[in-house]
């Protein structure tokens, strides 16, 4: 059975930084794309930014330059470091695949960005 956990979420001032992990429970990282989403109350989920199962990284327009999305194969885990954070960044954090499988999302980690 295929998990995802993300961790790392909290409650940040703006312009302060966090560090997300999506551990797996195998390696589905060593198989599919895999990428951070994000969904704030109200709007849409959308895609933050995705690696490749080569490396390859992209990023939304909002987040790029302030966000970097890595890859750990030996611990099966995908990171989002985020910097320069912004109030408009506040959301629910999710990992899966990209594309997105519909039975792999989990919980989500909440980032709050505030005064």
């Known amino acids: 059975q295929v998990q995802l956990v993300e961790s790392g979420g909290g409650l940040v001032q703006p312009g302060g930084s966090l560090r997300l992990s999506c551990a797996a429970s195998?390696?589905?990282?060593?198989?599919?794309?895999m990428a951070w989403y994000r969904q704030a109350p109200g709007k849409d989920r959308e895609r933050v930014a995705f690696?490749?199962?080569?490396?390859?990284?992209n990023y939304a327009d909002s987040v790029k330059g302030r966000f970097t999305i890595s890859r750990d194969t030996a611990k099966n885990t995908v990171d989002l470091q985020m910097s320069s954070l912004k109030p408009e960044d506040t959301a629910i954090y999710y990992c899966n695949s990209y594309p997105a499988i519909l039975n792999l999302w989990g919980q989500g980690t909440q980032v709050t960005v505030s005064s």
């Open positions: 690696i490749t199962n080569g490396g390859k990284t």
């Open positions: 195998i390696s589905i990282d060593r198989i599919y794309d």
